[in-house]
């Protein structure tokens, strides 16, 4: 069954760095996502890109945060410069246009500020 | 703005108890409602989809069905392994809004 991949699956790093996590959305998916889940709390959208643009952004991404497709596989997102708040597990998910079973998730990276 | 509230936060069972988790929710121009299981550490797992009220759907011992303002996921006679947290998310817009989930236990 076709997957979503994430790397790293956890990333420690320090206050004010910069942090790019990658996923590789399966491959005839046309709509891709980030989400972020903090311990203990709701997942919560970030961001949905389609046809190489951001086409929707919830609040929580402000100008830290950027996405790029840089090749026909990968999807990265980029925080510049990272803050305690950030530490979360950062989901990637993609989806086909029209599909009825839903959005594909990724297994995840944790990402802890310190 | 979107909302989608799970009840209850936790449930305990024991194997073979069966028992209903519900998804309230409001939401402008519903596109979809989806159930999710997430295990510890993973990412959510897709099990349905519901499209209009009066829609179910089954998986094994799982019953997902929607009505206008909630859904409901029913577990039919659970085994220690449905141990998970299942995840309720509606879809309008370009986005999935999730609710808090609940978090099921089941003991042999």
């Known amino acids: 069954e076709p997957e979503v991949t994430q790397t790293p699956s956890h990333q420690v790093t320090q206050m004010g760095q910069e942090v790019i996590l990658r996923c590789v959305p399966i491959?005839?998916?046309?709509?891709f996502y980030w989400y972020r889940q903090i311990l203990g709390q709701k997942v919560e959208f970030l961001v949905s890109?389609?046809?190489?643009?951001?086409?929707?952004k919830s609040e929580i991404f402000d100008d830290q945060f950027s996405v790029e497709r840089p090749d026909g596989s990968n999807f990265t997102l980029k925080i510049r410069s990272t803050k305690l708040e950030d530490s979360a597990m950062y989901f990637c998910?993609?989806?086909?246009?029209?599909?009825?079973?839903?959005?594909?998730f990724g297994s995840g990276t944790r990402l802890t500020v310190v | 703005e979107d909302q989608v509230t799970q009840s209850p936060e936790a449930l305990r069972l024991q194997e073979g108890e069966s028992s209903s988790l519900n998804c309230s929710y409001t939401?402008?121009?519903?596109?979809?409602l989806f159930w999710y299981r997430q295990d510890p550490g993973k990412g959510p797992e897709f099990l349905f989809t519901?499209?209009?009220a009066g829609e179910e759907k089954e998986k094994e011992r799982l019953k997902a069905t929607l009505t206008k303002k909630e859904s409901f996921l029913h577990i039919t006679a659970p085994k220690p392994e449905d141990s998970a947290t299942y995840l309720c998310?509606?879809?309008?817009?370009?986005?999935?809004?999730f609710g808090g989930g609940t978090r099921l236990m089941v003991k042999p």
């Open positions: 998910a993609s989806t086909a246009q029209g599909q009825a079973y839903g959005y594909t």
């Open positions: 491959s005839n998916h046309l709509y």
């Open positions: 890109f389609y046809n190489n643009e951001i086409s929707e």
């Open positions: 939401v402008s121009g519903l596109r979809g």
């Open positions: 519901l499209y209009s």
């Open positions: 998310a509606v879809h309008a817009g370009n986005m999935l809004t």
